[in-house]
């Protein structure tokens, strides 16, 4: 399984944009990122998944080059309400081992400031 | 409302009990899922299973023990085995085993005393 690397925290101001990096530099071909996020005490929401290039949804863009062995999280400026921690994750959905092969690490926890 | 419920929000238990926790999904998916996490940590794979009548053991499957009898439940047993059980508790299903997208209930906060 790909490994992830993220950062363990980040402050942000209200109404900035945020960026967080995740680094899987074994990420094998037919892999998947997918980003979550979860507030304390509740389970995890899924917010954006890709496989190349961009992606974008109505909460978040994704980011990833074209070596694949990293991938932005973007959070077009940010609230308060967005003080959570952010998951990466990579994997295959299509190998027969599907989404519990998915490694939730111990995330980035992302604090936004007034 | 399609969701996923879990019962109870919090559960206290002496040591040495078993305990089950409930897990219900109304969205009609095939795949579900048992996570374990402890506090500033992330979270581990407990059981899953694809499809009725069928489960796998996760990551950290001793002490636990899973059913899955009908496609909307399916409960966790923490048994007198489990050496730490104090944790938070959490269910998450999808659609199927290959989709990536996993829908997780509210949470179990279970401690033993």
């Known amino acids: 399984l790909a490994k992830t690397t993220q950062p363990i925290s980040m402050d942000s101001y209200e109404g900035q944009e945020v960026n967080i990096t995740c680094s899987h530099n074994?990420?094998?071909?037919?892999?998947?990122i997918t980003w979550y996020q979860q507030f304390p005490s509740q389970g995890p929401r899924f917010i954006i998944q890709?496989?190349?290039t961009k992606v974008t949804n109505e909460v978040a863009s994704l980011f990833i080059p074209a070596d694949r062995k990293s991938s932005t999280l973007s959070l077009p400026r940010v609230s308060l309400s967005d003080t959570a921690v952010y998951y990466c994750l990579v994997g295959d959905p299509y190998s027969g081992a599907g989404s519990y092969q998915l490694t939730f690490g111990k995330g980035t926890k992302l604090s936004v400031i007034p | 409302d399609g969701g996923i419920t879990q019962s109870p929000k919090y559960l206290f238990r002496k040591e040495g009990q078993n305990v089950t926790l409930s897990c219900e999904q109304n969205l009609n998916h095939d795949a579900m899922y048992w996570y374990r996490q402890d506090p500033g940590q992330g979270l581990r794979l407990i059981y899953y299973?694809?499809?009725?009548?069928?489960?796998q053991k996760g990551d950290i499957a001793e002490g636990y023990s899973v059913s899955r009898e009908k496609k909307e439940s399916f409960p966790l047993t923490v048994t007198s085995a489990q050496k730490n059980p104090t944790a938070f508790y959490l269910c998450?299903?999808?659609?199927?085993?290959?989709?990536?997208?996993?829908?997780f209930g509210p949470g179990t906060r279970l401690t033993v005393l």
């Open positions: 998450a299903s999808s659609r199927d085993r290959v989709d990536n997208e996993q829908f």
């Open positions: 299973s694809q499809i009725v009548n069928d489960f």
């Open positions: 074994n990420i094998a071909t037919n892999d998947y």
């Open positions: 890709g496989y190349k």
